[in-house]
């Protein structure tokens, strides 16, 4: 599969077909992309010289932009180990593109403790879609915060689906409560029926 977005080209194999998830694009996916990329030239101090990681990566989408328009940054895409192979194949298609970023793949499942290298070590945090799944609200949330230090910044998209309303709602208000309520919505744009919501959260 080829996806295009602001000028970038992305290849992205798909390779193996794994469960129901992990290698599909989904639209959020697509426009947090892409908000990557216009921040990144409004401001390039916020991507460049960071520890940058994305969570529940899928194709890594999130992650390979983030590699295509930072510099001189680490970038870490991480999901289930069962998806990590295809993310992989995806970086090695995309990485004659990459500007001077070192960039990794690794599992990190949020219901376990996060390894202790990355504990409170995350600059960037890039999340797409991934308030989907009732079980995993809470550790979602809480690998956040064990990622973050006190300047870290999470880049979050969401595709508003109207059976998982209460998720979101289970989301904020934990996220309320870890991060004190610095949320900045900044942009919402409807994606057939629904809406896709990116969020800038502060620690
Ligand atoms: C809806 S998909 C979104 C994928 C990708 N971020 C995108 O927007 O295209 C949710 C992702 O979360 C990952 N995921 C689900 N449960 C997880 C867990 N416990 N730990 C880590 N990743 C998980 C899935 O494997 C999947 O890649």
Redesign the pocket.
């Known amino acids: 599969m080829k996806v295009d977005i602001e000028g970038l080209s992305f290849n992205l194999p798909g390779s193996e077909m794994v469960g129901d998830?992990?290698s599909?694009?989904?639209p959020?996916?697509r426009l947090l992309a892409e908000y990557i990329i216009q921040k990144s030239i409004k401001e390039p101090n916020q991507l460049n010289n960071k520890n940058i990681l994305e969570l529940?990566?899928?194709?890594g989408?999130v992650g390979l932009a983030s590699a295509m328009v930072a510099n001189n940054s680490h970038i870490i895409l991480t999901?289930?180990p069962v998806?990590t192979h295809n993310i992989k194949e995806n970086v090695a298609m995309n990485n004659g593109q990459f500007s001077a970023c070192h960039v990794q793949v690794q599992p990190?499942?949020?219901?376990q403790q996060v390894p202790e290298t990355l504990e409170h070590n995350i600059d960037v945090i890039l999340v797409?879609?991934?308030i989907?799944?009732q079980d995993?609200i809470l550790?979602l949330v809480r690998v956040l915060k064990s990622l973050s230090h006190a300047q870290t910044k999470i880049f979050l998209s969401y595709e508003e689906r109207p059976d998982k309303l209460s998720l979101y709602e289970e989301f904020f208000k934990l996220m309320d409560h870890q991060f004190l309520n610095k949320f900045k919505r900044k942009e919402i744009k409807s994606c057939f029926n629904n809406m896709i919501y990116i969020y800038e959260i502060y620690n």
Request: charged content about 10%; some cysteine.
């Open positions: 998830l992990g599909i694009v989904f959020a996916s529940g990566s899928g194709s989408l999901d289930l998806y990190l499942d949020w219901m797409s879609d991934c989907y799944y995993a550790p």
